[in-house]
């Protein structure tokens, strides 16, 4: 073998080490080779199979070209007899890739049925997609304790094994959802309603992004999904339907409130509060957004994340708590919420600072023209140092 | 040592790039727009390079390509379609985006034709050869652009002549039209030796027949009727009460392609109103409807007496201290059928006083309630 050749062949072997290595990746939310739920896990009992069968093809057939590639490169011998056609190899290279597609095609087309099967549903949720996060809201439904709507944003809540159907759409663009470990993934589209069954095996948090393209924050649109136990469910569900208490008078929190009285409910609701006069206070985001909503952030510290799950309410030590918590404890970790020692300050400060310097977003005012000043995410509202720390201590009473 | 296909695009690449700088310096310094424009100098530079490498392909250049200061081999009117171009943008700032944009596509169309006919005719002495590869680089262009343009052309004059003649004339002038392209075509397939001057005679005249029969229909305005329609708002339907409208779409169930976007479904039974919510097996009383974003419920009609569904959508100030109800209705139906109504809720529950609902006009006690979260 000549010198050259040889490190071709080092060359392509180092690749390919390289990206089998790349596989190996331990802290991995989003494999799609490790299904927790009965959905993933008849997608995963097809793709192995399939993804074995189009490797050796793969294998072979790569094998073939490096073969022909080397053993009859031009070294400057004579012109071989030319001929035209093989019919028995042609029609056999016909007929094989065509059969092992047919077998392919007969497991997949059973496992698109197996996936739409929506009958034996036990819970529904409605999932919109808006730039640049995902709002879920829980249609009442008594028998699981849910006798009001419940809205939230982020992170999706279920009960562990209980088949969810999620009623999927978008307020703007095209989104997709995505939690490889639940089930494979379903485009948001504005004007249809598109559903998508999952459930989880155990309790955990699943990871997730959009993955379809949606403008400036696609990257930044992530959502996760906490399955509880059915008694943590039913202990989220009753925590959810109450309402926001107002903090008590002359204390940090209560000045919050009136800074998010004066500024946030433009767009975000807390059920429950109240403005000074004492009626309801309500958010018009159909007045001051493109899409017309914004998160409720009555249960914000309920959550473990904010802005479209893109940044961590946890300090990372205590996300790191709840994360690699097991089946048996996630749930408790969980229903913990966000307590002041956990509070990660830092990136909640600089969102209320500057929102639009962690999260690319059309929210500058001067460029709104073509939304009729209407924002695309969250502005810079411009708060003093001095508001952002009573925001801050309001927003940390929103459990 | 440069080839004609390497300095176009080496010339589009600097274009490009001078642009990206004056964009940056005095339109907008977000890293967006110029990540574009580097996007495209980047691209034409490959090409440039790919080009330069390959010699442009299979044009000859170097010893055969036209001497310099030759004659030009064929007259071109790609220029004049530049400034008329050039004229239709500058005049179209001044007054129109759509004179803006059609002098935009002008001046796009002829500068590719143009660039493109020069440097074919630089590839050789030979005319024939050069109009052969002008027509390899522009012909998979040019040829779907004009199909398009000329049935777009048909579409519209056609269109234009359905809606001015009676719907009786128009369901005749549709099955002769029909028959005739049927005929006309037959033929052609079944006399291929026809001459090929008298099928592009009869296709160039029918084209012609149907766009100045569209523009003589369109001076002559709308049929009676529709302008009828238009001027006393039809098909507006605001009624939302028990009174039955005289003008509404009779078939307006026949166009339930909205059923891809229902949240319910929304059933009158023996004098019962019941809603089946999507995924949901059991009927309910209450659905739960989308927060800020359009969607449709279908209403289904099983009893023997016409009725109309009619959602309360909250109240609203008209003026000061004068507040109206909210309402949107489907139209009366009979039994069996089924219309879709889309309406859109931008706040929650909470921000009326009465609970949202749909209700059928002269049904007492039953009416669903709708959830906003």
């Not at chain 1, 490169?73 to 001929?83: F, L, S, Y």
């Amino acid at each position: 073998m000549s010198t050259k050749i040889r490190r071709i062949v080092a060359g392509v072997s180092g690749l390919a080490a390289t990206a089998f290595l790349a596989g190996c990746a331990k802290d991995a939310p989003q494999d799609t080779w490790q299904p927790k739920g009965s959905n993933a896990k008849i997608i995963d009992d097809l793709q192995q199979p399939v993804f074995a069968i189009a490797g050796v093809i793969g294998v072979i057939v790569t094998c073939a070209v490096v073969y022909c590639i080397i053993k009859f490169r031009d070294r400057g011998q004579a012109m071989p007899e030319q001929t035209h056609g093989k019919p028995a190899l042609e029609i056999g290279m016909t007929i094989l890739p065509a059969l092992i597609l047919a077998g392919v095609g007969v497991f997949t087309f059973r496992t698109v049925f197996d996936l739409s099967k929506t009958s034996d549903t036990q819970m529904v949720v409605n999932v919109t997609g808006q730039q640049w996060w995902w709002e879920y809201d829980y249609p009442a439904q008594p028998e699981l304790g849910i006798t009001q709507p419940i809205i939230t944003s982020g992170q999706r809540i279920i009960p562990v094994g209980t088949k969810v159907l999620l009623r999927e759409t978008s307020r703007d663009v095209i989104h997709s959802y995505w939690i490889p470990a639940l089930n494979g993934k379903r485009d948001a589209v504005p004007g249809r309603v598109h559903t998508l069954r999952l459930d989880a095996d155990e309790p955990g948090i699943y990871a997730g992004q959009c993955t379809e393209f949606c403008g400036l924050s696609h990257a930044n649109m992530r959502m996760e999904t906490v399955a509880l136990s059915k008694e943590d469910f039913a202990a989220w569900v009753a925590n959810q339907l109450t309402n926001a208490k107002s903090p008590a008078e002359k204390t940090l929190a209560k000045e919050g409130e009136g800074v998010f009285l004066n500024q946030c409910v433009r767009c975000h609701q807390v059920n429950g509060l109240k403005k000074v006069d004492g009626t309801p206070a309500i958010a018009a985001p159909d007045e001051n957004v493109w899409a017309g909503a914004a998160p409720n952030l009555t249960h914000l510290m309920s959550r473990n994340t904010f802005a479209g799950a893109a940044f961590d309410l946890l300090s990372k030590k205590c996300r790191a708590d709840v994360w690699g918590a097991s089946s048996e404890t996630v749930g408790k970790k969980y229903l913990a919420g966000v307590g002041e020692e956990c509070l990660n300050q830092t990136d909640l400060r600089r969102w209320l600072r500057n929102a639009p310097a962690m999260k690319p977003m059309y929210a500058d005012p001067a460029k709104l023209t073509s939304t009729n000043g209407k924002y695309r995410g969250m502005p810079n509202l411009g708060l003093t140092e001095d508001d952002i720390d009573k925001l801050v201590a309001y927003l940390s009473t929103l459990k | 040592m440069f080839t004609p296909g390497s300095k176009l695009f080496l010339g589009l690449t600097g274009f490009v790039l001078a642009v990206s700088v004056i964009y940056v310096a005095l339109v907008d310094n977000s890293i967006g727009g110029a990540v574009a424009l580097l996007s495209v100098a980047t691209g034409t530079a490959l090409l440039a390079g790919l080009t330069l490498f390959n010699r442009d392909g299979e044009v000859a250049v170097g010893d055969v390509a036209a001497p310099a200061g030759a004659e030009p081999l064929t007259s071109s009117m790609w220029p004049l379609v530049a400034t008329v171009g050039f004229v239709g943008v500058v005049a179209g700032l001044l007054t129109h985006p759509i004179v803006f944009f059609l002098g935009l596509i002008a001046l796009l169309a002829s500068g590719t034709e143009w660039l493109i006919q020069s440097w074919s005719e630089g590839a050789s002495s030979d005319k024939t050869y050069n109009a052969s590869i002008r027509g390899r680089m522009l012909h998979p262009l040019e040829f779907p652009v004009l199909a398009l343009v000329g049935l777009g052309v048909i579409i519209v004059a056609f269109s234009r002549v359905m809606l001015a003649v009676s719907r009786d004339a128009g369901a005749i002038i549709f099955i002769v039209a029909g028959a005739a392209v049927l005929f006309v075509g037959s033929i052609f397939a079944l006399k291929p030796s026809l001459k090929k001057t008298l099928v592009v005679g009869i296709c160039v005249a029918s084209a012609v027949g149907v766009a100045a029969s569209g523009i003589a229909a369109a001076s002559n305005g709308l049929r009676a009727d529709l302008v009828e329609a238009k001027e006393e708002q039809h098909f507006s339907h605001k009624e939302c009460g028990e009174e039955v409208s005289e003008h509404f779409d009779h078939l307006a169930e026949g166009t339930i392609s909205l059923r891809s976007n229902a949240v319910a479904t929304i059933e009158l039974r023996d004098g019962k109103l019941t809603a089946r919510e999507l995924g949901v097996a059991k009927v309910t009383q209450t659905i739960t409807f989308p927060r800020s974003n359009s969607a449709t419920i279908i209403f289904r009609n099983k009893d023997e007496k016409e009725a109309r569904l009619t959602a309360f959508l909250g109240t609203k100030a008209v003026q000061d201290g004068v507040v109206e109800e909210v309402l949107d209705c489907t139209q009366m139906i009979g039994k069996d059928h089924e219309q879709a109504l889309t309406f859109k809720i931008a706040k929650s529950s909470r921000a009326s006083d009465k609970p949202y609902t749909l209700t059928v006009p002269g049904l007492e006690g039953q009416s669903i309630e709708i959830m906003v979260p």
